[in-house]
């Protein structure tokens, strides 16, 4: 009888194998998500340039598109796409038991097959970062915007894969979660707003896209959190919801059919 290999071949082993699914439809669809909306606004700001328009930069803009665009819209919508393609869609399939012919620790699965979504994702909002430098970003700000989106993505990832493991409609979850509380980070007390990504990214990008006002109804205090802090933050929230998604995985029964994969 094999012995069973240890997790971290499991993991290298299965995101190997996993890793050319991401150059399939689905993953181009996720790196449009990020460079169509930075396209659209370097050939606004070209088009712009050759017009007349005056030729100094347009750093608002910049903090327009990133904090508007690519953190509050893309990046969520970049996890409930790429997330319900891994462990997810095994289940879904009933070809989860195909991977575990072999003796293999399943709680270390989602983690294999998250980790070239993750990694393609990274490269893609890396490069739409570096892309809204041309119109203008402050360059004091671009490793703190860089390492603000990774150890975002990394985190809402790892969320997805969790609430799809969890519940039987995560993506509906998941994008309630995505599209109604983070949203509401501004009127929060102090302490709710660190329980969210916006926050998180705030605070590592060193910029807002908009300041509550002491008028606005149930207006709160915007705090800020240090960036290491905020960034360590993501990457152990992260973490942590890969390891529940395992755990939840290895709890549950694997079949070639059955509710299991249903939630």
């Not at 909306?37 to 910049?62: D, F, M, N, S, W």
């Not at 990274?122 to 490793?143: E, N, R």
């Not at 006002?213 to 942590?240: D, K, N």
Request: hydrophobic residues 55%; positive net charge; aromatic residues 10%.
């Amino acid at each position: 009888m094999n012995a069973a290999p240890s997790p971290l071949a499991t993991i290298r082993a299965t995101a190997r194998g996993y890793l050319p699914r991401v150059f399939q439809g689905r993953g181009w669809v996720l790196a449009s998500l990020v460079m169509v909306p930075v396209a659209l606004t370097l050939l606004i700001y070209t088009v712009a340039q050759i017009k007349g328009a005056e030729g100094r930069p347009y750093p608002g803009e910049t903090l327009r598109v990133f904090h508007d665009v690519l953190v509050k819209m893309m990046l969520p919508i970049m996890a409930l796409v790429a997330a319900p393609a891994g462990i997810r869609e095994d289940l879904e399939q009933r070809t989860l038991p195909l991977l575990l012919v072999r003796p293999a620790p399943a709680w270390a699965l989602p983690l294999g097959k998250g980790l070239p979504w993750f990694a393609w994702g990274a490269v893609w909002l890396i490069i739409g970062t570096l892309g809204l430098q041309v119109i203008g970003g402050d360059p004091s700000l671009l490793l703190g915007r860089l390492v603000a989106l990774v150890s975002a993505w990394w985190g809402e990832l790892a969320l997805m894969t969790l609430i799809g493991l969890v519940f039987k409609r995560g993506t509906l979850w998941g994008a309630l979660y995505f599209f109604l509380w983070e949203p509401l980070v501004r009127i929060f007390p102090p302490f709710l707003q660190r329980l969210t990504f916006t926050h998180h990214i705030e605070s590592l990008a060193g910029s807002r896209a908009a300041t509550v006002q002491t008028s606005q109804l149930l207006a709160q205090e915007q705090v800020s959190t240090h960036p290491v802090v905020a960034c360590l933050a993501l990457l152990a929230f992260g973490a942590l919801c890969w390891a529940l998604a395992g755990w939840k995985l290895h709890r549950t029964p694997i079949g070639l059919a059955g509710s299991e994969a249903e939630g």
